[in-house]
């Protein structure tokens, strides 16, 4: 058999680029207030609980009951992502990486929704006529880590506290989760043995919901300064994400760049704590 063989060897190539392990989709969407957003700064007005009059005497004036006011602002933050792919980078790959670039750039804006809801629903939120008062959330809103990662005393804690604070029951709550934070709660010996299976189910990804809260999981929550896990509860509107009306995905050929192919995305978002009653910072122990 001839040495000079090997030289007529196939090398064969895959047909489709696989997108390495990350976060796809958005944890948080569908799971806060949405509104459409054409300015930079945006004003969402709120309402406050009044209380009624008794009327002590007959043909007296009628009260006057002012309904207390306040409005919270959003500004928009602009993302963008780009990256080229020449024309020579097609005919070595022999095969088109553009459509599976705009599939990355879609999931990093994703990614970075994300990191924006976060921010907003346990940073400053912005207040007052002009969005120029800032409001914190509450240590009486925040459940200490007390050497502990998420247990179901914290789950009990954080729902009383929105019972507390007489969050309306209609709405929805959500719990956002580490994957390490889901699995603490197997751990608890607190937990039942009913509990136990359901929070078995929960980790396994086959049920969202436990203690009355819808659980997404996510890997992208902050730390504190004592480098604990600050879990997040929250009723639905009590989070406000803006979506920006000027979104661009453009897939066009740079002549600047001896004609590479440049994929490019653009998105407006920006988002906001409504009410500071209804979110909850839970601090979790990592070991």
Known sequence: MSFEITTAFVQQYGANIDLLSQQKQSRFSGKTRMESQTGETGFYEQVGATAAVERTSRHGDTPRVDTPHARRAVTMQTFEWADLIDQADKVRMLIDPTSTYAQSAMMA???????????AALGTARTGKSGTTNVVLPTSQKIAASATGLTLAKLIEAKELFGENDVDEDIPLFMAASARQISNLLTDDKITSN??????ALVRGEID??????????????????????????????????????NITRITERDDKSYSTQVFRSEDFGATRMEEEKVVEIACVED
Do not use: C, H, P
């Not at 509990?195 to 078995?200: E, P, R």
């Not at 919901?209 to 997404?216: L, V």
């Not at 504190?224 to 009306?245: E, H, K, P, Y």
């Open 109 to 119: 804006m994703n990614r970075s929704r994300d990191d924006v809801i976060i921010e």
């Open 195 to 200: 509990d136990y299976a359901t929070v078995k």
């Open 209 to 246: 919901s436990f203690m009355g809260f819808t659980f997404t999981r996510t890997q992208r929550l902050t730390t504190d300064t004592n480098g604990d896990r600050q879990v997040i509860a929250w009723a639905q509107d009590g989070l406000l994400l803006a979506q920006g009306s000027n």
